[in-house]
Nanobody
């Protein structure tokens, strides 16, 4: 599976962005997917995950209630709707496909997109 994330940009605090991740390959629908992010000078961290059919989602506490992960297996895409953004959300956002189920653990993900920059200004 090859993944390409897009949709990042510059937004003011309180605003919204929608990230998308396009996947190639016919087996996309069998993979749980996740979003991670890496802020400058920090380690990459978990943001959200969704299982193969969208029936299960899980979020980091820092984004719960503000971000929504979803997927469209017919279009081979997974999205991250981000609302009420704040400056702490500034990071490069990565989508990834998991081998071992919807998980917050990065080691379970074996396919990664190239990342898309999200910058939130105050």
């Amino acid at each position: 599976v090859q993944l390409q994330a897009f949709g990042g940009g510059l937004v003011q605090a309180g605003g919204s962005l929608r990230l998308s991740c396009a996947a190639s390959g016919r087996t996309f629908s069998i993979y749980p997917m996740g979003w991670f992010r890496q802020a400058p000078g920090k380690e990459r961290e978990f943001v959200a995950t969704i299982d193969w059919d969208g029936g299960y989602t899980y979020y980091a506490d820092s984004v719960k209630g503000r971000f929504t992960i979803s997927r469209d297996n017919a279009k081979n895409t997974v999205s991250l709707q981000m609302n009420s953004l704040n400056v702490e959300d500034t990071a490069v956002y990565y989508c990834a496909a998991s081998r071992y189920g919807a998980s917050r653990n990065q080691v379970n993900y074996n396919y990664w997109g190239q990342g898309t920059q999200v910058t939130v200004s105050s």
